[in-house]
């Protein structure tokens, strides 16, 4: 689904060529892009482990931009963005909204993949007001069965990608059927497509903090969701194996005012294998 894109402030609008700027707030100089309309609540991207601008699937970007401005930002401390990278869920979460309060908006719209989910949801119960609508895909609550054990799964993949010359997403986002390794290459090709302006990667100790962070929040007392009233649409792979599946069957439960969606032979990265349904369900939502 490549949209065309249109200009917009003298830049071009697709996830492409779309220029990385600058913010200083609270200490830390982010790095952030921007795309879509000028007006409309913002659609706030809330990024994974270990990810940096660069690991956004231009075709979910594109197509969400279609219609709703888009931002997308390097967490402290990674990428391009300066700083220490926090080891708990609790201070991301603080320093996105830190980003947020800066950019100038009352109210944004939360789209937070796997670490990106745990964010969400901590932004949601500790300021309330600034979010209309979130997408929490590839996460799970707070105590969440089997989230503690993402470190080990994490550095398994990471070896078995480098034995075999792959990429370690391939294992983590996807599964190992035919459908499952197709979609992994595809995916990943897909992150080749800008060729300049590219980001950073992350450092090996800004990764180890967010494993951390991760860890902790495997680690802590089951939070309680009941209080979070925004419309939250749920989506995972039915196979996931970093945040188990029943996890963010947990979650849709617990969140008062949820949707679930599970995507069938497919794993973490399900919402990137499905992107084309996924847009559309992400676009309806919104």
């Given amino acids: 689904m490549n949209k065309s894109p249109e200009a917009h402030n003298g830049s071009m609008t697709s996830w492409t060529d779309v220029p990385t700027r600058r913010l200083s707030a609270g200490g830390v100089e982010f790095a952030y892009r921007q795309l879509g309309p000028d007006t409309g609540v913002p659609v706030v991207f809330l990024t994974h482990l270990a990810a940096v601008l660069d690991n956004w699937d231009p075709r979910v970007v594109d197509g969400i931009a279609a219609q709703h401005p888009v931002i ?4 402290r401390g990674v990428g391009a963005s300066t700083g220490s990278t926090p080891a708990t869920i609790q201070e991301m979460a603080r320093d996105a909204v830190t980003f947020i309060r800066a950019l100038g908006f009352d109210q944004v719209d939360l789209f937070g993949f796997s670490m990106g989910g745990m964010i969400a949801q901590v932004i949601a119960q500790q300021e309330p007001q600034l979010v209309r609508k979130m997408i929490l895909a590839g996460t799970g609550p707070a105590g969440g069965q089997g ?12 070896a078995r990608g480098l034995l075999t010359g792959q990429d370690p997403k391939q294992f983590l986002f996807f599964t190992r059927t035919a459908n499952g390794r197709r979609a992994g290459k595809e995916f990943l090709a897909r992150l080749q497509e ?3 302006d590219r980001d950073k990667a992350i450092s090996v100790g800004s990764f180890r903090a967010q494993l951390k962070a991760i860890h902790r929040w495997g680690r802590q007392k089951p939070a309680d969701l009941a209080g979070i ?3 939250v649409l749920v989506m ?10 029943n996890n963010t069957v947990d979650l849709g439960r617990r969140l008062p005012d949820s949707q679930l969606v599970l995507y069938p032979d497919a794993g973490h990265g399900g919402v990137f294998q499905f992107h084309d349904d996924f847009v559309q369900r992400a676009l309806e939502f919104l």
């Fill in 72 to 75: 997308t930002f390097d967490n």
């Fill in 147 to 158: 989230i503690d054990k993402v470190t080990r799964i994490s550095y398994l993949d990471t």
């Fill in 194 to 196: 800008r060729t300049s």
């Fill in 229 to 231: 009233h925004q419309p």
């Fill in 236 to 245: 995972n792979g039915e196979s996931d194996k970093m945040v188990p599946s």
